[in-house]
C-alpha cells in the first residue's frame, strides 16, 4: 500500500514559482514511475508531468515544457514539481500518482497510475 500526501500549493501572482512536494509511503518507492496531474473546475484530470523511477525519463504536457521541472530523491521518497513563470491557467489541483507496474512509457495515460494523493490548490492571479 502507498499513500502520497502533496504540499506547497497555494496563492501566488502571474510570473511567479511554487513548488509542490509529494510525500511517499511504502517500501518500493524508488520502483515507482511518478507524476503529476491537475484538474481545473469543470475540467477533466490532466497529466502534468512524469519521471521514471531512475529519473533518467521525464515526460512534461506541452502547456508547462520548460516552465515546470519534476524531480525525485528517492532516498526521501518524495518527488518534487517546480513550477516557473506561471501563468493564470494553471490554476487547478493539482494531484502526484504513483504507477506501481510496468515500465516507463509515452504517453502518460492516467489510468495506469493506481496510487493518488488527495491534491494540493495551485492558484494563479493575473
Known amino acids: 500500500q502507498v499513500q502520497l500526501v502533496e504540499s506547497g500549493g497555494g496563492l501566488v501572482q502571474a510570473g511567479g514559482s511554487l513548488r509542490l512536494s509529494c510525500a511517499a509511503s511504502?517500501?518500493?518507492?524508488?520502483?515507482?514511475?511518478m507524476a503529476w496531474f491537475c484538474q481545473a473546475p469543470g475540467k477533466e484530470r490532466q497529466f502534468v508531468a512524469a519521471?521514471?523511477?531512475?529519473?533518467?525519463?521525464?515526460t512534461y504536457s506541452e502547456s508547462v515544457k520548460g516552465r515546470f521541472t519534476i524531480s525525485r530523491d528517492n532516498a526521501k521518497k518524495t518527488v518534487y514539481l517546480q513550477m516557473n513563470s506561471l501563468k493564470p491557467e494553471d490554476t487547478a489541483v493539482y494531484y502526484c500518482?504513483?504507477?506501481?507496474?510496468?515500465?516507463?512509457?509515452?504517453?502518460?495515460?492516467?489510468?495506469?497510475?493506481?496510487?493518488w494523493g488527495q491534491g494540493t490548490q495551485v492558484t494563479v492571479s493575473s
Open positions: 500518482a504513483a504507477r506501481s507496474s510496468g515500465t516507463y512509457s509515452t504517453p502518460i495515460d492516467l489510468r495506469e497510475f493506481d496510487y
Open positions: 519521471i521514471s523511477w531512475s529519473s533518467d525519463r521525464t
Open positions: 511504502g517500501r518500493a518507492f524508488s520502483l515507482y514511475t
